[in-house]
């Protein structure tokens, strides 16, 4: 009994009186020996076995003895940052595993080196090609401009006409601890955000982790978990904003842009929301029901106002490109609705048309057999190559706000919307200028001859009812524009557009 309960109290062995001396220390050395194979068993576990380095776990319990340490302020300062090895997949694809972990092997001593010219900095193996390097004592200006370029330029400067590793970037993220953190997984959480960050940024591919950051991240989580959600579209809506033909001053039609007013997060930006649907189908459900709002919008005006023909502008995502079933959606639905197609213009850019250059052209040459229109939208940002102007096939041409803004004083830029306008005609293509947004612009616009005008200065998107009221029964646009121009510029000036409607002809 009185054994039992000595190893349930954690005995690990006993010995019998009166003692035997060799016995004793026969018993004392396997002891011993177990004990150091135990603990050798522990160190092994926290040593990731291909770089010797400390691995997630031993990282992790690192890190948590700082914020021990750091909330009873034992320790002045830690900055962790989660170090990747960018292209290692290529290196993969190329040269197989064997190679992968070659490298993998270099960096970590390059990364081991570093630090030991860094001490007391030290640095562990997160898993895949990211490594975690830890200064401590370090503040963060110091880490900015001394700590992280002294990295970068020791695992990336050429040693004997040599490339210090395969790498072909490296990419940073990291972030000061902070009393605000109680766990390494939050650190670990920042810092990996910061990476991530880092990776898209491109630009140096360093990112400190800041709170606008976080903030960012959580709120993007947040449309994507209210988006998965989203079953019937409750929420959301399409608003349209007018587009005119400048030379003859009659509404031509609408580009529809979809609008979504949640209940607590409150109106959300597509451009905010459109990124987040696309990294699932749901894009494509979505696209789908802006098609069809539209086509239903469509009839519904065309019973109202027989005499208007509106022609109607519907973004396209890359995904919906992309989409096998694009082309069967669109017909399906401008049969279903009798719409003529031509009434339909599917805006599209350079960048979604680049990115599946053979499925795309594939696509929208279907497309425009079922006689919809192609517009190619925000013309003047990315690349504009002037190839995109000849190889895609299109009907229109939308200018980007951003060419359109200093079009009334800038020379130099309206000379080049001149000659995309000139070029754009040769082809056969009708030119709209997107973001107009005074009357100075809209003049010398029609001065270059551009066909169609949509902007802030003829009307806002706006709901249907609103819609026909202002635009088509040719209620309120001239007050709109007036509240519009004078509220930016103090000008009471107010475009001369007449409310007439006429065949679309985009
Ligand atoms: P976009 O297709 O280039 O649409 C034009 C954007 O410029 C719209 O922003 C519009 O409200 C805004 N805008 C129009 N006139 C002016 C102006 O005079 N001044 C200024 N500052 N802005 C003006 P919005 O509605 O926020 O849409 C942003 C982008 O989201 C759109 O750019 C389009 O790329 C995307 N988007 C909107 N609706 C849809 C949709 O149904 N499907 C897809 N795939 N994308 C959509
Ligand atoms: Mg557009
Ligand atoms: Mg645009």
């Not at 069809?292 to 208007?308: D, G, L, T």
């Amino acid at each position: 009994v009185v054994l039992s309960r000595a190893f349930d109290f954690g005995a690990a062995d006993f010995i019998e009186k009166p003692l035997i001396r060799l016995e004793t220390e026969l018993r004392v050395q396997s002891v011993l020996s177990a004990r150091a194979h135990y603990l050798n068993a522990i160190e092994q576990a926290s040593i990731d076995p291909l770089t010797g380095l400390p691995n997630r776990t031993r990282i992790c319990e690192r890190i948590d003895g700082y914020l021990q340490q750091s909330h009873q302020k034992l320790v002045p300062s830690v900055s962790v940052a989660f170090v990747s090895m960018e292209g290692l997949k290529q290196i993969y694809d190329v040269n197989g595993y064997a190679h992968v972990d070659t490298c993998l092997i270099r960096f970590s001593n390059l990364l081991r080196e570093y630090c030991e010219n860094w001490s007391p900095a030290w640095v562990g193996y997160w898993g895949g090609e990211e490594f975690v390097v830890v200064w401590e004592n370090l503040d963060a200006a110091d880490i900015e401009y001394a700590a992280i370029p002294a990295l970068l330029a020791w695992c990336t400067e050429p040693r004997n006409g040599q490339a210090a590793s395969d790498l072909q970037r490296i990419g940073i993220g990291w972030v000061s601890v902070d009393d605000s953190y109680t766990h390494a997984d939050q650190v670990a959480r920042d810092a990996g955000a910061a990476l991530h960050a880092a990776r898209k940024q491109r630009k140096d591919g360093v990112r400190r982790y800041d709170k606008s950051l976080g903030e960012a991240i959580r709120r993007s989580y947040q449309i994507k978990r209210e988006l998965q959600n989203t079953t019937d579209f409750e929420h959301f809506c399409v608003a349209y904003q007018p587009i005119f033909n400048i030379q003859n001053r009659q509404l031509a039609g609408f580009e529809a842009l979809l609008r979504w007013n949640h209940p607590e997060l409150g109106s959300i930006s597509p451009n905010e929301f459109i990124p987040i649907a696309e990294q699932s189908n749901l894009i494509l459900t979505m696209g789908e029901w802006v098609l069809n709002q539209v086509c239903r919008q469509s009839i519904q005006w065309r019973k109202e106002f027989p005499a208007v023909h509106l022609g109607g502008h519907v973004n396209l995502s890359r995904l919906q490109l992309a989409d096998p079933k694009i082309v069967s959606t669109v017909d399906q639905l401008i049969k279903r609705y009798c719409i003529h197609p031509s009434c339909i213009s599917l805006e599209i850019t350079e960048s979604m048309y680049m990115q599946d250059l053979e499925r795309s052209k594939k696509h929208l040459s279907e497309l425009r057999e079922l006689g919809t229109h192609i517009a190619i939208d925000d013309f003047g940002t990315g690349y504009s190559s002037l190839s995109c102007l000849v190889d895609l096939p299109a009907d229109s041409l939308k200018l980007d706000r951003s060419l359109i803004v200093h079009i009334d004083t800038d020379k130099r830029r309206r000379k080049m919307v001149d000659s995309v306008i000139r070029i754009a005609h040769d082809f056969g293509m009708a030119v709209v200028a997107e973001g107009v947004e005074t009357s100075a612009q809209s003049e010398v616009l029609k001065s270059l001859n551009c066909d169609y005008v949509q902007g802030y200065l003829y009307g806002k998107p706006t709901d249907p009812e609103l819609f026909s009221m202002q635009f088509i029964n040719g209620l309120g646009i001239n007050e709109s524009s007036m509240q519009f121009e004078s509220s930016l510029h103090g000008l009471s000036s107010i475009p001369n557009i007449s409310l007439v409607s006429n065949n679309y002809a985009v």
